[in-house]
């Protein structure tokens, strides 16, 4: 039986603690870019959501309040028109409504007149 080098098997063993120990400490050099990265982009949230002066913090309030009357404008707007919209609708309703009335009334009115010259004859 013939024995291995003490030597190789060193460097063997040597090589495949090391490639196990790079391996497992990729994926947690990654975990740790991650949670490092999540946590620069929390602060630069906050930074960016947090006025530093007094000038900053009144315009993110003037910006904001800007926003609320754009959209409450758009919605008065929105309200106007659909507000046109049905007084247009009802006025069309009402009109038909009339119209039918009156051509009824005219179809009575002539079937009246033909009644009474049918019974005059």
């Known amino acids: ?9 060193k460097m063997i063993k040597n090589q495949m603690i090391n490639f196990i120990y ?5 994926d947690y050099k990654k975990k740790r870019i991650e949670k490092k990265v999540l946590v620069m982009q929390k ?30 404008n758009c919605k008065k707007s929105q309200m ?10 009802k ?16 179809i009575l009115s002539i079937n009246s007149l033909f009644i009474r010259l049918f019974l005059k004859i």
């Open 1 to 9: 039986m013939v024995k291995p080098d003490q030597d190789l098997m």
């Open 22 to 26: 790079n391996y497992c400490n990729l």
């Open 43 to 72: 602060m630069l949230l906050i930074y960016i959501n947090t006025p530093s002066t007094k000038q900053d913090s009144f315009s993110l309030y003037n910006k904001r309040l800007k926003k609320k009357i754009n959209t409450l």
């Open 80 to 89: 106007k028109y659909k507000s046109k919209q049905s007084l247009e609708e």
């Open 91 to 106: 006025m069309k309703i009402e009109e038909y409504f009339q119209n039918k009335k009156v051509l009824r009334n005219r």
